[in-house]
């Protein structure tokens, strides 16, 4: 069976970390950024870790 082929949009939006974490970014920060609060688009900058219920599914897509 051949080689599965790589997710174009998730190659983009995740990374793996060294412990086999899958990083990504969080969502909200796009557009309507003045309503929002300078504390919480701060909060906003930082990066997240994809749940463990939708890791597998997406280091396959990787």
Same mark, same amino acid.
């Given at each position: 069976? @051949?080689?599965? %082929? $790589?997710? $174009? *949009? /998730?190659?983009?939006r995740f990374s793996?970390? *060294? $412990?086999? +974490? !899958?990083?990504?970014? +969080? #969502?909200?920060? =796009?557009? !309507?950024? $003045?309503? %929002?609060? @300078? +504390? =919480?688009?701060?909060?906003?900058? %930082?990066? /997240?870790?994809?749940?463990?219920?939708?890791?597998?599914? !997406? %280091?396959? #897509? !990787?």
């Amino acid at each position: 069976m @051949p080689k599965q %082929k $790589s997710h $174009s *949009g /998730a190659k983009k939006r995740f990374s793996l970390t *060294g $412990s086999g +974490k !899958i990083k990504r970014a +969080k #969502m909200n920060r =796009r557009h !309507i950024l $003045s309503k %929002k609060s @300078p +504390k =919480r688009k701060r909060g906003l900058r %930082k990066a /997240a870790f994809v749940d463990q219920t939708q890791a597998k599914t !997406i %280091k396959g #897509m !990787i």
